[in-house]
Each structure stands twice: as C-alpha cells, then as structure tokens.
C-alpha cells in the first residue's frame, strides 16, 4: 500500500480526501483514524498512506473522486434557501444555485440561516474553509439587521461588552447604527443563529438579517442568487490569516469564462459602504 512519496502522481490519502470535498486535511485525518475509508478494499488505519487518482478510495463503502480543479466562489444567497448538502424537508439548497455552472461536488462555508440573506463562500477544498470558519482566525463578519422596533444604544453596548443567554456567551465585535430600526454589526465567532437569537431575546423581533462582509470581502451590489470567483488574492488573505499556507502556495480563482461576470459584479457602489 505505501508508496514512494516523491512520486509526481501521488499524494497523502488526507490531501486526496479534502480534494474530494470531504473536509480540511485535519476533519480528514479524523476520518481515517474513525476506520472509515478503504483503499483498493483494504481498510486505512494510517495518515501517511500514499494514493493516486487510480486507487479505488471509498469513504463508508462508498468510492469518492477528487476534484483537480479548486473553486472559490462568493455567492449572494436569497433568503429561503439551506446552507447544507441536503435536507429531508426537501427545503431549495444554496448549492442548487450553482448547478448549472458547475457539475462537482460543493459545499458553503460558515453559517448563514435559512430566513437570511447576503455573503456566502462556495468551495470544493476543505483547507480554505477551515480557515474562512474555524473561530481561531477570528474572521470578521458583517450584517445589516433590520428590526420590528427601534434598538437602543444601550442594548447595541451590552451586546458589545458580551451577554449570557441560557448558558450561552454572546457578543458582538462592532455596531453601527443604520437607523432606528437597522444597525449594522460585527462578529467573530458567528454562533448558530446568534444575532437572531439576541435580539429577539430582548425583544426588538428581527425582520431581516443581511449579511455584506466575510472578512475582507464584500457583497457590493451583486444580485440574489449571483455568484462569482473569488480574486486570488482574496483566497490567499483568508490561507494567509489561518497560517496554512505561504503566498507560493495559495491556488489562483478559476472559471476564465467569468472573468467578465466577475468585473460587472465587484464594482463599488459610490458613496456607500456595502
């Protein structure tokens, strides 16, 4: 099974695995030490196992392919649709909205629920998103929160200074106020549903969470359910911020053919911020 690791056309089993979309390296390596992946019928105890795209690799008997060509994609998710690969209740998929582009296994990054809209990242490598989501990397995200009443300051700052609801920390990094009824807002960590939950705690009722900003990325004025590659060194601030990789390292944005999508899509509204 083991192979000559200065082979041009083999790679660890763990590379292979975040290639096919399973997860980063690491959320693969735990996969192999839970005894569920199986090369050419033999079962895989072992990190350093070497592998080739002629190797039969399947993960709980099912056989997986890796994808050789790695996308990035910032998508404008519409409100009604999941960030997850599937969903019993049938419910639309933020992936679906990529089909027609794209053929390949992919999956989103971070949290954004079901009734939200706005900034979503798209990938098919498990590295980047570990380090667009793993709370460590301390990724700034921003959302426009419109609510059924006026928010005070008061409120704004105690979310600022960190609140305890049921057992749960919550806090916000920034606030701006938007008006009376809208502020924007900045977080880190980015729990399930936390501004939400906030702030229908205290009872100012949310009409619309709208996220603009994943780090240094922004939404501009993309339109719901467009999407378009991200820039190659928007890719590399994120590899670069989690420390996974060196600038040599970090793989340029693919689809040419959206080069020009691309240029119609990040124009900067003059005089506003999003």
């Known amino acids: 099974m083991d192979r000559n690791n200065d082979s041009e056309n083999t790679m660890r089993l763990q590379v292979f695995l975040a290639q096919a979309g399973l997860g980063s390296r690491r959320a693969c390596e735990t996969i192999i030490d839970d005894l569920r992946v199986s090369v050419n019928g033999e079962m895989i105890s072992r990190h350093g196992v070497q592998v080739s795209d ?8 099912k056989q997986v392919y890796r994808t050789k060509k790695s996308i990035y994609l910032a998508l404008h ?17 933020a992936v679906e909205l990529l089909q027609s582009r794209y053929g390949m296994r992919l999956y989103t990054v ?16 498990g590295d980047f998103a570990q380090a667009v989501s ?22 704004l700052e105690s979310c600022v200074r960190g609140l305890n609801i049921e057992g749960v920390q919550y806090r916000f990094t920034t606030w701006e106020r938007a008006g009376s ?8 960590e980015g729990k399930n549903r936390e501004i939400r939950t906030v702030f229908n705690h205290y009872r ?12 240094p990325v922004k939404l501009f ?15 590399q601030w994120f590899m670069k911020n989690s420390g996974a990789v060196s600038d ?13 999508t691309k240029r119609r899509q990040v124009r900067v509204r003059r005089g506003k911020k999003e």
Do not use: W
């Open 181 to 188: 009824r809208s502020v924007r807002v900045t977080l880190l």
């Open 77 to 93: 998710k519409p409100p009604g649709y999941l960030c997850a690969q599937s969903d019993p209740e049938g419910r639309p998929l």
């Open 204 to 215: 100012f009722g949310v009409k619309r969470v709208h996220r603009v900003r994943i780090g």
């Open 54 to 61: 002629d190797d039969v690799v399947k993960v709980d008997g």
């Open 110 to 125: 971070g949290r954004l629920d079901f009734n939200s809209s706005g900034l979503i990242f798209v990938t098919n490598d």
């Open 221 to 235: 004025r993309m339109a719901p359910g467009r999407f378009r590659p991200l820039t190659k060194q928007e890719i």
């Open 248 to 260: 040599s390292d970090v793989p340029s944005a693919t689809t040419p053919a959206e080069t020009k």
């Open 134 to 155: 793993h709370p460590s990397n301390a990724v700034e995200k921003e959302y426009i929160v419109q609510t059924r009443k006026p928010v005070t300051d008061e409120f």
